[in-house]
Structures are given as C-alpha cells and as structure tokens.
Nanobody
Framework: QVRLTESGGGLVQAGDSLRLSCAAS????????MAWFRQAPGKEREFVAA????????AYADSVKGRFTIYGDNAKITLYLQMNSLKPEDTAVYYC??????????????????WGQGAQVTVSS
C-alpha cells in the first residue's frame, strides 16, 4: 500500500509560482497513474492534472493548461505540480492521488484508490 504526503502549499500573490510535492512511502509510484485534484470551499473536488508513467502521457484541466506542469523524479518516489501564473481562482486544497497504472488516466476522483491529506494553496489578488 502506498502512502502519499503532500507539501509545498502556502499563501502567494496572483502571478506568483508555487511547486507542490507528493512524496510516496511504502513503495514507489512507478506502478501507479498519478493525479492532482483540488477542492475549493463549497465546491466539488475537481481534476487538475495526471501523469501515466508507462507511456509518459499527461493530461490537464483546461483551467490550468499552459500554467501547471505535472512531473515526477527519476526514482518515481516524488510527484510534483509546478504552478505558474497563479490566479485567485486556483485557491483550494490540493490532493495527490494514485490508481493502478494499467488503468490509465482518469478525470474522476472516484477512480483513484490512494489519497494524500491535502495541501492548502491560497492565492491573493
């Protein structure tokens, strides 16, 4: 069983950059498809980005495309989300999630089996 721990959240101003990390313990991430989701107060949890290690495929929500980048370290132990040109509407708790790699990328949060505890990102205007 993989355990996921996010870090790197914080309070920034609009236009700033921030990088979130998701560290795995218990096993590497190499056998998982990984994703980032976020949830703002009073809203549903929404898909942000995902990566499939097997074919190096990535996917992004339209709202973050061109501003966010999902990637991992070579050892497949840590997942990252580089967030540039942050906007107030990016304010949310960000979660990393994992599902078996053989199932590929999914945009549905219910498709992911393992979750971190979340990291708060607040973007002020």
């Amino acid at each position: 069983q993989v355990r996921l721990t996010e870090s790197g959240g914080g309070l920034v101003q609009a236009g700033d950059s921030l990088r979130l990390s998701c560290a795995a313990s218990g096993r590497t991430l190499s056998t998982y498809t990984m994703a980032w989701f976020r949830q703002a107060p009073g809203k549903e949890r929404e898909f942000v980005a995902a990566i499939s290690w097997g074919d190096s495929n990535t996917a992004y929500a339209d709202s973050v495309k061109g501003r966010f980048t999902i990637y991992g370290d070579n050892a497949k132990i840590t997942l990252y989300l580089q967030m540039n040109s942050l906007k107030p509407e990016d304010t949310a708790v960000y979660y990393c999630a994992a599902r078996p790699m053989r199932l590929g990328i999914s945009f549905a949060s219910t498709s992911y089996d393992h979750w971190g505890q979340g990291a708060q990102v607040t973007v002020s205007s």
